[in-house]
C-alpha cells in the first residue's frame, strides 16, 4: 500500500512538475511576443500580459508538490538535528500536519473562488472565464497534499543538506 501510494505521488508530482515547466515556458514566450509586438512592431497586445500572469500563477501552484515533496515545508531544522528518532518524526508529523490544513484551507476557499467566478471573465480575454485562473489554487493543493503525505512517508532532507 505505501509503496503504491508512494509510486502514484511519484508520476502525480512529475506530472506537475512537467507542467509547471511548461507554463514557464509559456511566459517566457509570451513575454518575448509582447516585447516583439510592443517595441518592434509598434503594436501591443494586451492578452499577453493577462496569459504570462496566470500562467506564471499555475506555475507556482503546479511547482509547489515537488519543493513539498523534498521536504521544503514547515522545518524547525536545529530541533530537527538536536532531536533523536522519535522526536524527528513528532516534527515531520507536525510539519506535515501543519502543511496539510493550510493545503486543505487552499482547496476550500480556491474551489469556492473557482465556483463564483466561472461567470466573471477575465479582462483582455473576454471569452475565458476567471475560473480557469483560481482553479490553478485546488489543483495545486490536490497535487501538494499527495506530496507532503509521501514526504511523510519517506523523508527526504534535501532543503538541509543543500543550504549554506
Known sequence: MRSAFLALERRTTAVAMALACTMLAVAACLGMYQILARFVFLEPAEWSEVLIRFSLIWMVFLGAPMAFRQGAMVCVDLAHRMAG???????????????????????????????????????????????????SIPVGAIFSCLAVIACFLDPRRYELVTQQ
Open 85 to 135: 528518532a522519535r522526536g524527528k518524526r513528532i516534527l515531520d508529523f507536525l510539519a506535515a500536519a501543519c502543511a496539510l490544513v493550510i493545503l486543505a484551507v487552499m482547496l476550500w476557499f480556491g474551489t469556492r473562488y473557482s465556483w463564483v467566478g466561472r461567470f466573471q471573465t477575465i479582462a483582455g480575454l473576454e471569452t475565458v472565464p476567471m475560473s480557469w485562473a483560481y482553479l
